[in-house]
């Protein structure tokens, strides 16, 4: 199981999420659960490294949000409308 290391995102939105990108970072959102959603930030070129090594359909991978571990699966991936680049990632617990 790759692991993939994470932080809380302070903010949320559009203009938030387009700093994060500017800034090398992905945005990134962790549902399931008992739980509230959780926002966070990947950075990006380490997350790209993984998906190449994975099959993103059946692999899990293990994120880690400040020193918490969690099983996840990506549930969705967004892409940019023109760029070939992720926008934003969904993951959901397993």
Known sequence: MLTLQAENRKKTGTRASNRLRIAGKLP???YGGNTQPIAIELDSTKYMH???QISLDNDLLALVINGKIFTVKVWAIQHHPFKPQITHIDFIRV
Do not use: T, Y
């Open 28 to 30: 990134a959102i962790l």
């Open 50 to 52: 993984i998906k190449n």
